[in-house]
T-cell receptor
Framework: DQQVKQNSPSLSVQEGRISILNCDYTNSMFDYFLWYKKYPAEGPTFLISISSIKDKNEDGRFTVFLNKSAKHLSLHIVPSQPGDSAVYFCAASFGTSYGKLTFGQGTILTVHP | DSGVTQTPKHLITATGQRVTLRCSPRSGDLSVYWYQQSLDQGLQFLIQYYNGEERAKGNILERFSAQQFPDLHSELNLSSLELGDSALYFC??????????????FGPGTRLTVL
């Protein structure tokens, strides 16, 4: 049972344009969400998070939007840079076990110069 | 560099063998987590330790066990290895016990190959 889904295995974007990565979840108990970026041969790197009491969180070029009614979150990267090319994972957790992250399958982002 | 260290980087062993993966958390972090990333399963939570005590458990096989030592480093022991255990094993650490939202920082991983 895939509780966190990233339905797009890959995304290709031109440098300078916006990248939008999407994530859907099925478990309505989830109330904390994170995005990680992963380069080959490295561990996931934390990017940005959002709590369910908010619907938007920004950090520099990265903005995460949360739509609780649709059980959907998205990560916007503006402007996209070639160094952003990586695999992006969304993750979710809740309640008394916030440490137990449930990850999506990942989306490969390629930013072309 | 996340500050989380894992050794070894690569491990090649045979079926039926036993291996130990080691993780040192970021300075100040009390929680350590273990995740398995295989090709068909993605990143799967295995287990969490907080200040030496098991805190949360995921889909960890009975052949696998972990512990966290007084100096807060952690070891993941995998025994009676099978071909399907070949995967990347990540350790992560965070400050909190899991009772509230927290950010986990990941190590570079150990690639285990079972032949």
């Amino acid at each position: 049972d895939q509780q966190v889904k990233q339905n797009s295995p890959s995304l290709s974007v031109q440098e300078g344009r916006i990248s939008i990565l999407n994530c859907d979840y099925t478990n309505s108990m989830f109330d904390y969400f994170l995005w990680y970026k992963k380069y080959p041969a490295e561990g996931p790197t934390f990017l940005i998070s959002i709590s369910s009491i908010k619907d938007k969180n920004e950090d520099g070029r990265f903005t995460v939007f949360l739509n609780k009614s649709a059980k959907h979150l998205s990560l916007h990267i503006v402007p996209s840079q070639p160094g952003d090319s990586a695999v992006y994972f969304c993750a979710a957790s809740f309640g008394t076990s916030y440490g137990k992250l449930t990850f999506g399958q990942g989306t490969i982002l390629t930013v072309h110069p | 560099d996340s500050g989380v260290t894992q050794t070894p980087k690569h491990l090649i062993t045979a079926t039926g063998q036993r291996v130990t993966l080691r993780c040192s958390p970021r300075s100040g972090d009390l929680s350590v987590y273990w995740y398995q990333q295989s090709l068909d399963q993605g990143l799967q939570f295995l287990i969490q330790y907080y200040n030496g005590e098991e805190r949360a458990k995921g889909n960890i096989l009975e052949r696998f066990s972990a512990q966290q030592f007084p100096d807060l480093h952690s070891e993941l022991n995998l025994s009676s290895l099978e071909l399907g255990d070949s995967a990347l094993y990540f350790c992560a650490s965070s400050l909190l016990a899991g009772g509230g939202p927290d950010t986990q920082y990941f190590g570079p991983g150990t690639r285990l190959t079972v032949l």
